[in-house]
């Protein structure tokens, strides 16, 4: 703290903010072999050894299951791990200004897919890195911008003791009268949920066409934007969604005998009512949530792994990020409801194998683009 301290009081006197050059960029990505210089083939023996000879390795995460990760790298490869458990955007302070003040300090970050960390990786100040021998077993749509490592769905799920089938297949059934009070959701003006009601926006055609799909008529628009997103979530807010800002306690009333409504929630929170897991007859789940709701069945959201383009150890760096995307660097990951990004490992218990063409992945940048937006529509009608 007395680091960045020291660098805001220089900008104070100084009257201005160092800024980050394209060109200071390039020299990092080049020194670093990384992005447009990462080589079209890895010798890993050279990497590991001169990762040895870099000793340490800085971990940013905003994640309490990084530290027993690292004792099994440290015992592994001999490299000290130095963790920080940081939130997304005290880790990009911390990383603008040691690149402002060309004083590197962190090596990989574990981070949010937020708005600033995609204008950095736009920029090169980040990197999306991917060992090469890993880009034939990570799907396109799970790296690109950077890796997508703890992954769930945003979705609805119900108890199925209540529903022997779905009670919905279709987004805009949540929005007929007799949904009205049966919704419960966290706080919808918090970022996943705009992202989420973001991703019907931008899919708007999508919904379009599953409206009259569902209701058998061109849709009628009853606020001011002729855009299929706005409208589905003025109905849900019409629909009086009920507010709990503890998944514990949303999963909880899901998991409650005779529970009649479904809960808007990611799928990592399935694992908090084992006694709707289930394996049938047939070894078909039976899992409280629907992979056949229309037009897509839920909007993809997770934390990323990214190299900053100024790592100090950038061996290190490859080093961890690889380990991280190996079984045991991602086994405390690996639990009912999160969705590995290797096509390689079978999902986890009681989770269904993931079809990137039957969801939406979330859009931060467009999120960004219509946030003010947005936030203004949701007071308008909540």
Do not use: C
Request: glycine share 6%; no cysteine; aromatic share 12%.
């Amino acid at each position: 703290m007395a680091f960045l301290a020291a660098i805001l009081a220089l900008a104070l006197v100084s009257g201005a903010v160092a800024q980050v050059t394209p060109d200071e960029i390039d020299a990092a990505l080049q020194r670093a072999e990384l992005g447009p210089y990462q080589p079209a083939e890895e010798d890993w023996d050279a990497i590991e050894a001169a990762a040895r000879e870099e000793g340490e390795v800085v971990l940013y995460s905003l994640s309490s299951r990084h530290p027993p990760v690292l004792e099994i790298f440290e015992q592994r490869y001999g490299i000290t791990p130095v963790y920080a458990g940081l939130v997304t955007e005290d880790q990009m302070q911390r990383l603008d200004a040691q690149q402002r003040a060309n004083r590197p300090e962190v090596d990989v970050m574990f981070a949010s897919e937020a708005p600033q960390v995609w204008d950095f990786l736009e920029q090169g100040r980040l990197v999306g890195y991917m060992p090469r021998y890993l880009e034939a077993l990570i799907p396109e749509g799970m790296r690109t911008p950077s890796i997508k490592h703890g992954t769930e769905a945003l979705t609805a799920l119900y108890n199925q003791d209540t529903f022997p089938e779905p009670p919905i297949t279709s987004w805009w059934d949540l929005t007929r009268p007799e949904w009205r009070g049966r919704i419960q959701s966290g706080d919808l003006s918090g970022s996943i949920y705009q992202m989420f009601f973001a991703t019907f926006i931008k899919y708007a055609d999508e919904m379009e066409a599953e409206y009259e799909r569902v209701f058998g008529e061109p849709i009628q628009y009853t606020q001011p934007y002729e855009n299929a997103g706005y409208e589905f979530m003025k109905r849900i807010l019409d629909n009086r969604p009920r507010r709990v800002q503890s998944p514990a306690e949303m999963m909880d009333t899901l998991g409650t005998p005779g529970y009649d409504g479904v809960t808007l929630l990611g799928t990592a929170q399935i694992r908090r009512v084992e006694h709707l897991l289930r394996v049938d007859d047939d070894g078909n789940l039976d899992i409280p949530l629907s992979t056949e709701i229309g037009p897509r069945w839920a909007m993809l959201f997770s934390h990323t792994l990214v190299i900053p383009a100024s790592t100090p150890n950038p061996n290190a760096a490859k080093l961890l990020y690889r380990f991280l995307l190996e079984e045991d660097g991602y086994a405390p990951w690996s639990s009912p409801g999160t969705f590995p990004p290797r096509i390689d490992w079978d999902p986890p218990a009681f989770t269904p194998a993931l079809d990137l063409d039957t969801v939406w992945v979330g859009d931060p940048s467009f999120h960004d683009e219509i946030a003010g937006e947005l936030l203004d529509f949701f007071r308008m009608y909540e």
